[in-house]
């Protein structure tokens, strides 16, 4: 499996094609919220992508509002921890007990410069990067972010487990978390709790298989 991997991203890696693949889509129930007027904190789905090198997430709300917080959680196999980098209250171990080992806090009240991206070493959580979210569909309620399968430590082939929550600034809990149906908190003094994380398995992407297949159908020829 390693080497049809690793074949497979070579080809990618020549082709240098920018195709997206994947395209799976996570809805939420909406109208789950302990106040239901916040629309901009209400997840109606997020849309999960990938190229040769990179994931991307595409986040859509009920409504927006330029004070939302953004929060990615990873499960991707090394060690892991069931705290976040932000100190936020929010209980991920109840559901998943295996933790978390990447973290995304995010903002939209500026226009770059306005996404971290943690990562916990076994004993602490370090800040690898600050970088910039896609704003350019907030007037569709949508947010994009990209990052790098080396960030989150996954090849094409590999599942990793995830979840997304929005918040308010401070020290507010999780509002609404993707992976969960019902309110996830009570209200802004009370932690959340996530629920089961969600999969998704990196594939590779069409020019990068429309080029493998050729390589194939070469090599059948000249044994022909």
């Not at 799976?24 to 909406?30: E, I, K, N």
């Not at 090394?78 to 995010?106: H, L, M, Y």
């Not at 907030?138 to 979840?163: H, P, Q, R, Y």
Request: net charge negative; with cysteine; proline share 4%.
């Amino acid at each position: 499996m390693k080497c049809w991997i690793a074949s497979v991203a070579t080809v990618g890696l020549i082709a240098g094609s920018s195709w997206a693949a994947g395209g799976t889509t996570y809805s939420d129930a909406t109208g789950d919220l302990f106040d239901n007027g916040f629309t901009n904190l209400d997840i109606f789905h997020v849309t999960v992508t990938n190229d040769e090198f990179n994931v991307h997430f595409t986040v859509t709300t009920s409504g927006f509002q330029s004070w939302t917080k953004y929060l990615f959680f990873f499960n991707t196999g090394s060690e892991s921890t069931i705290s976040n980098p932000w100190n936020r209250p929010i209980d991920i171990g109840s559901a998943n007990p295996g933790g978390i080992n990447r973290f995304i806090g995010s903002w939209v009240d500026q226009p770059s410069g306005n996404s971290q991206q943690w990562a916990f070493n076994g004993t602490d959580w370090n800040l690898d990067a600050t970088g910039d979210n896609d704003q350019s569909m907030i007037g569709s309620n949508k947010v994009t972010w990209s990052v790098s399968m080396a960030w989150l430590g996954v090849e094409i082939g590999e599942t990793f487990w995830f979840d997304v929550a929005t918040s308010g600034g401070g020290n507010d809990p999780g509002v609404d978390h993707l992976s969960r149906p019902d309110p996830a908190t009570t209200g802004w003094g009370d932690p959340s709790v996530a629920g089961a994380f969600l999969a998704y398995t990196v594939v590779p992407t069409p020019g990068a298989v429309a080029l493998l297949a050729a390589a194939g159908l070469a090599r059948s020829r000249r044994r022909g």
